[in-house]
């Protein structure tokens, strides 16, 4: 495989691959020298046109960490506030002779177009409101490493699944991988055609909970809202946020994820982000490792 531009790209094979990989690259995070030769000489740039904490930190760790030279380029302060366009900055980086590009893009497909201009391998970083594989990888990992396996855990992906690329890509790996997924949301963040996706909807988060075993709270993405989607966001979360009591309807073993960035009090309680059940933090440290995998697989030639 040469690029990671949609969860769809792996088969089931090929996400183990990831999971099993990324779980040796886990084992060496614990040890002293956190750094492998693999990608030494080999250039990775991180093309971020959108906003990003811990996405791009997350792939910057993971190239470091497999000894690639990492260039940061992010749309503020470059040419693109000149007017450049994509086609543009890709035919330099074309010149420049990189062999990874990370790209987050608002636009949904970006990616895909990229992959046509450069050389380099594409690893899709969040577009638009279409997908962010490698989110989809870490946290399929992290409920991997907490419930065991994948096939037939229950898992819940609820609030804002209209403009989430979060929820897109969690929805095709985790059918890939056997899960059976529900949505949850109100009826006007759930999107239209959803009756052709592998997964079961529902308007209800109270009845769904007690048959799940990872809930997985998405960020309400105002930014890519433009009208009202729901009345306020009290009537939003008495609905759909994860607050101690609903957490009490949870079987005991369940987990509680969330992407991040979160916002405390509206998607999800600060008592419940914090909890012991909460893998918010652990889905962090795990990205790396998922990461450090997807940039070994394509870059390194295996
Ligand atoms: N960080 C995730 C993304 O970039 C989720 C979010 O922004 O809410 O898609």
């Known amino acids: ?7 769809a790209d792996l088969d089931l094979d090929a996400a183990t691959l990831v999971l099993d990989t990324a779980t040796e690259m886990a084992a060496m995070a614990s040890r002293e020298v956190k750094k492998l030769p693999t990608l030494r000489g080999r250039t990775v740039v991180n093309l971020f046109y959108e906003d990003s904490t811990r996405t791009r930190i997350s792939f910057e760790t993971a190239a470091k960490r497999l000894s690639a030279d990492v260039i940061n380029f992010s749309a503020k302060g470059s040419s693109v506030e000149k007017g450049e366009s994509l086609k543009d900055t890709a035919l330099t980086l074309q010149a420049m002779g990189i062999d990874g590009v990370v790209i987050r893009h608002p636009a949904s497909g970006a990616p ?11 690893l899709n970083a969040g577009d638009g409101t279409h997908e962010h594989p490698t989110q989809a990888l870490l946290d399929a990992y992290t409920m991997r490493s907490r419930l065991g396996q994948l096939k037939g855990l229950r898992v819940a992906i609820v609030g804002d699944v209209l403009h989430s690329r979060v929820a897109r890509s969690n929805v095709l790996l985790l059918r890939t991988l056997g899960a059976e997924v529900t949505l949850v949301g109100p009826p006007t963040l759930v999107p239209v055609g959803v009756e052709d996706w592998p997964a079961t909807v529902s308007y209800d988060l109270d009845s769904v909970l007690p048959g799940t075993d990872a809930v997985m709270m998405l960020r309400v993405q105002r930014e890519r809202m433009g009208q009202a989607y729901f009345p306020s966001a009290r009537e939003y979360s008495r609905r759909y946020g994860l607050d ?10 369940a987990i509680i994820m969330h992407p991040g960035p979160m916002i405390r009090g509206m ?3 600060p008592e419940v982000a914090d909890s012991p059940r909460s893998t918010i933090v652990e889905q962090v440290a795990n990205g790396v490792s998922v990461r450090m995998a997807c940039l070994y697989l394509l870059l390194g030639g295996k």
């Open 1 to 7: 495989m040469k690029h990671l531009l949609s969860a």
């Open 112 to 122: 895909n177009t990229l992959s046509q201009w450069v050389d380099g391998s594409i």
């Open 244 to 253: 101690n009591r609903r957490v009490k309807l949870l079987p005991e073993h």
């Open 267 to 269: 998607e999800i309680a």
